[in-house]
């Protein structure tokens, strides 16, 4: 297979964060990538999805504080309205007619609000996040973030999520996090993740994907009513467990034709 081309980029977000990903070249539409709380760049190597992406020009950022990315330091400027301007800023450094985005877990939602805000986005696909409002309890994600921070803070992600059935992508992430960091973007939950992703506009296709079995299928399901978005669920009897197969997913909607604009 041939070697990917692999381009560094380093862009500026709206408050000053220098933030680093790379680019893929392609002739196909342009695909930007998303991970979650726990992740960097890396995943998407890791995990097969480039792989899956043939063809599409592909531009992967780290989030604030996550792989090449600036450590910002606060909880605050962790807020999830920060996470949407850093993707915003790849769009900016990156002027495309559209954009189709592909968020992982927490990186979904990030997904889903930024096409709520920005209309150069034609497609959002979350994989394992849903849309709607989450009460985040605040004890259990602080007592989250002490643990990360904590002496055992890599044994508490790795134990954590071996024991759910992690891919080993996901894993292997959590050993190049930066702790204090990590830490500070689960104290930044607080601000803003739990929202709502307000109605898309109107040409807009969101997709959200998740197990079969997943518990929480019924805020999937809400996400079709309320946001008219599609479902594609994956065979898994967990969220976690369904990473093993989201790059399968992953090629399966990449190369569903976008709906007419
Ligand atoms: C049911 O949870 C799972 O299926 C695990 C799954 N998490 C989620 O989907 C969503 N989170 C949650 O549901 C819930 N949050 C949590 N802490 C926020 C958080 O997520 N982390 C912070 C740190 C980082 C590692 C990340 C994470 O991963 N911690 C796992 C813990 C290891 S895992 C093996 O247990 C996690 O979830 N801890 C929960 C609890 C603290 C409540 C126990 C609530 C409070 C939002 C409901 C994420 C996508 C989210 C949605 C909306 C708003 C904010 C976050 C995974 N995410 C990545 C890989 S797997």
Redesign the pocket.
């Known amino acids: 297979m041939r070697a990917d081309t692999l381009d560094p980029f380093t862009v500026v977000s709206a408050d000053g964060a220098l933030l680093r990903g790379f680019r893929r070249p392609g002739p196909g539409p342009t695909a930007v990538l998303v991970h979650?709380?726990?992740m960097d760049t890396g995943v998407w190597l890791e995990s097969g999805f480039l792989g899956e992406l043939a063809g599409m020009e592909v531009l992967a950022l780290d989030l604030r504080g996550r792989g090449g990315s600036e450590r910002v330091g606060s909880a605050r400027r962790h807020a999830v309205e920060h996470c949407v301007a850093d993707v915003r800023a790849v769009l900016d450094a990156f002027p495309r007619e559209r954009y189709s985005l592909f968020g992982l877990?927490?990186g979904?939602?990030i997904a889903l609000l930024t096409a709520a805000a920005d209309a150069r986005v034609a497609r959002a696909v979350s994989f394992?996040?849903h849309a709607e409002e989450?009460a985040?309890?605040e004890e259990?994600?602080e007592?989250?973030?002490a643990a990360?921070e904590g002496p055992g803070g890599r044994a508490y992600?790795r134990d954590?999520?071996t024991?759910?059935g992690?891919p080993r992508w996901?894993t292997d992430a959590?050993e190049r996090a930066d702790l204090p960091e990590?830490a500070a973007?689960?104290r930044g939950?607080r601000y803003g993740?739990?929202q709502a992703v307000p109605p898309c506009r109107p040409g807009q296709e969101l997709v959200l994907v998740t197990a079969d079995q997943d518990p929480?299928l019924a805020d999937f399901r809400a996400g079709e009513r309320r946001l008219g978005a599609r479902l594609h669920l994956v065979g898994a009897p967990?969220?976690?467990r369904a990473?093993h197969r989201l790059a399968e997913a992953a090629g399966q909607l990449a190369g569903v034709p976008e709906e007419a604009g």
């Open positions: 979650g709380v726990a877990y927490f979904g939602r394992c996040a989450v985040l309890p259990a994600v007592a989250e973030a990360i992600l954590h999520f024991a759910a992690a996901m959590c990590l973007a689960t939950l993740s739990g929480g967990s969220r976690i990473a």
